[in-house]
């Protein structure tokens, strides 16, 4: 048993409380993310809405650039996709990976985060810059 997928939450993690991008934090992510997609472990953004940087790019496109490596965005934003809070709202996505749930951690920092790890039965780790 591996670590196959990160799934990275971007409200309290990437983005403070005012919803704004911390840049120093996403160069950070970013090398992490670079690292573990070369040792085979996915690297992905999950959320409840659409997050974009500077208002004109997708965040996932920057935080792609930044990597070097590319990053998708998933969440309740797409098309008939549950909210991250319910239970079983995360097996579209492993599905998407062809992951366990138990090869997922889920890197958050909000009260939100902890509930959606509890209800999909996933790992959550508190970032806490």
């Not at 659409?50 to 965040?59: D, F, R």
């Not at 998708?72 to 366990?100: C, F, I």
């Not at 138990?102 to 920092?109: N, P, R, Y």
Request: net charge positive; charged share 25%; aromatic share 6%.
């Amino acid at each position: 048993m591996s670590l196959k997928l990160l799934l990275i939450s971007v409200s309290g993690t990437i983005a403070n409380e005012d919803n704004k991008v911390d840049k120093a934090v996403l160069k950070q992510l970013a090398k992490l993310a670079k690292q573990l997609t070369e040792n085979g472990v996915h690297v992905a953004l999950w959320s409840n809405r659409k997050w974009t940087y500077n208002k004109t790019t997708s965040l996932h496109e920057y935080f792609s650039e930044l990597a070097g490596v590319k990053i998708a965005a998933h969440g309740a934003h797409e098309d008939g996709k549950p909210s991250r809070r319910l239970a079983d709202s995360v097996v579209p996505v492993l599905n998407q990976y062809g992951v366990q749930k138990h090869e997922t951690i889920l890197l958050g920092g909000t009260d939100e985060d902890m509930r959606a790890g509890v209800n999909n039965n996933l790992l959550h780790i508190r970032a806490d810059w």
